[in-house]
């Protein structure tokens, strides 16, 4: 059985998911290997500690910003030239971060970094979905979650080693440099999956790009209740992890006084146990619909939420609350790709702009909730941090709920022999 549904050699297919597993980890790499520099940044640019969630909060918003566009713009004039335009933007704003002087032109090419992850959401993505078969296309949206996880589990702890040597403007240089290797790998690899015939006989035609009509196909789109409050979960339910990401410099480094290899190291168990939840979803797809996947792995994310409210209540002991975030963090990765693909089907839309809307939703839900998470005192102590991120996190709950409510699909498909293998 061809494992493709267009008409690509093995060695294109491999060298596509290697280049944009290069550059999705790079959209990343650039928060995570940094974060560890975040308080020397602000420092040595004479700003106030306050910018380092500010910062971080600023390269969501970059994310979302063009995601609206970026979707719609994909359907009209085909994947390929979106994402090898995104990847040079990316690219460039990593590099000229090597010559700023200020935090205001820092926090302007983190915005700009950002954006680099919108092209990631609104044009690989969708893809991914249209070049491979439906259980294929889980798995590898799985094992992007997986690499990309490679930042946040191995970036601090590698940012704060080669800032034995380095220099935080070199890291961004480096940064830069790789993605001109994705670019390149991307450039010869990535096929174009709009008005390309597929091997069911079908054809994904080009979506006219009309200004009104995009208005017009958003509103729908907001308007079909299924779709979104599987947008809105997924927001929700990474919220505890993206408000870690964010505070945890604050929280480990500047308010504990560990060092900032001990805070890589923290994030170890977090981040590797998000890892383990991808793996065990691979398990599971043989076997189980996607609904059923996500009702499984609610149990593991709903116990370390439960557990987090109550390491706040009583004494917040880091390692209890690092064992709460990573048994959540097992449910969220059992879990995410699993929506992701649910959502991406809830609407029979053009799937760059459904992409796009799932981006834009969940991003901002996590970067308006991280931010809150902040605001409210999560910044200020391990209780806060808990009590906060637990509850936002179980918000996603009654979401779930009504969406696997309405799901169409049954709840026990199992996958056909030729896509579980």
Not at 183 to 192: D, H, N
């Amino acid at each position: 059985m061809q494992r493709t549904l267009i008409d690509i050699s093995p060695g294109q297919a491999i060298g596509f998911c290697l280049a944009v597993s290069l550059f999705e980890l790079l959209t990343y790499m650039a928060s995570d290997l940094i974060m560890p520099a975040m308080l020397a940044v602000t420092l040595e640019l004479e700003a106030d500690a306050r910018h380092v969630p500010y910062a971080f909060n600023l390269y969501l918003i970059g994310g979302v910003c063009l995601q609206w566009l970026i979707g719609p713009l994909s359907d009209r004039f085909g994947r390929r030239r979106l994402l090898l335009s995104g990847c040079l933007l990316f690219g460039v704003a990593c590099a000229a971060t090597f010559g700023t002087s200020s935090i205001e032109a820092f926090n302007l090419l983190r915005l700009m970094q950002g954006m680099g992850l919108g092209f990631v959401v609104a044009v690989s993505y969708p893809a991914l979905q249209e070049v491979f078969r439906e259980a294929d296309a889980v798995r590898l949206m799985a094992l992007l979650g997986n690499v990309a996880l490679l930042s946040p589990l191995l970036g601090p702890l590698l940012g704060s080693l080669l800032l034995e040597w380095l220099s935080w403007r070199t890291l961004f240089l480096g940064l830069g440099l790789a993605a001109a290797v994705a670019w390149l790998g991307l450039y010869v690899c990535m096929p174009e999956t709009i008005d390309v015939m597929r091997n069911d006989g079908q054809q994904q035609a080009p979506v006219a790009f009309n200004a009104r009509q995009v208005g017009h196909r958003y509103l729908t789109l907001l308007g079909n209740r299924h779709f979104l409050y599987a947008s809105l979960a997924l927001g929700l339910m990474s919220l505890p992890l993206i408000a870690w990401i964010g505070l945890s410099p604050l929280l480990l480094m500047q308010l504990l006084g560990l060092s900032s290899r001990e805070y890589g190291l923290w994030q170890i168990p977090i981040f590797g146990a998000v890892i383990v939840g991808n793996l065990i979803l691979d398990r599971l797809l043989a076997s189980h619909s996607l609904t059923r996947v996500i009702r499984i792995a609610l149990w593991p994310l709903c116990l370390g939420l439960t557990g987090l409210i109550g390491t706040a209540l009583s004494s917040t002991a880091l390692p209890l609350l690092i064992a709460s975030l990573s048994l959540y963090a097992i449910g969220l990765g059992m879990s995410n790709a699993a929506l992701y693909r649910l959502a991406l089907f809830a609407s029979d839309n053009s799937k760059g702009l459904v992409s796009a809307t799932i981006g834009m939703l969940s991003i901002v839900v996590m970067g308006v909730g991280g931010s809150l998470i902040a605001a409210v005192g999560g910044a200020d102590s391990l209780e806060g941090f808990a009590l906060c991120a637990a509850l936002a996190g179980l918000l996603c709950l009654p979401l779930i709920r009504r969406f696997v409510h309405l799901s169409k699909q049954p709840d026990l498909a199992p996958a056909t022999p030729e896509e579980a293998r």
